[in-house]
């Protein structure tokens, strides 16, 4: 830890929020304010890109951040953040608990990984320990993990597929069109005609009833693979 850092944390936390919903950025201000003598909201990100530029911008010692984000997610911003080893910590503050989001978290270089049900307390608590570089996870990622190592996995079908891809497929299966998978995942259509466009190759797929088919077959449709 530099001797800048290290004198911040004598004082406070300086904290960024990275999530789309405005709602959740509201709330974890409100709930962070009533630690304004240890935390300091430095300032807000509504998607991947904003939370790299404004971490750059801003320096704080921890970014808050969601996972699913438009544009860049939140795996691609940690690990464009994390680019730099003295950057900002990255705390992820998810709904998702699934293997490969917690994996791929990770691997980007997060620090800790939380779940958006977690207590005020845990919260705060886990802010702290990743200023400090001390990781923090929340009991059903770790058993995510630890399961993993105990028992590793048969490969997935969907293997050489990215979270976002997951996430587009999945909704594929469901059988909406492009238009209504952008609007749930807060993406462009352009930018979910090229997920889809880059799903087929990867499945070995003619188009996307075939995509749909195999998604269906092996289960994602109901979100268990």
Known sequence: MTGE???RHRG???VLIADDHQVVREG????????????EIVGEASDGHAAVREAARLRPDVVLMDLLMPGLDGVAAT???RADATGPRVLILTTYADDERV?????????GYLL???LRAQLVQAIHAAALGVPTLDPRAQQHLMRQVATPASPSPFAGLTPRELDVLRLV???MGNKQIAATLHLSVGTVKGYVSAIL????????TQAALFAVKHGLEDGDA
């Open 5 to 7: 850092r290290a004198e």
């Open 12 to 14: 406070t936390v300086r």
């Open 28 to 39: 974890l201000r409100m709930i962070l304010s009533e630690e304004r003598e240890t935390i």
């Open 79 to 81: 690990r464009r953040i």
């Open 103 to 111: 994996r791929e978290a990770i691997r980007a270089g997060a620090t």
């Open 116 to 118: 958006k049900d977690v």
């Open 173 to 175: 299966a469901r059988g």
């Open 201 to 208: 190759p990867k499945l070995h797929a003619g188009d996307r």
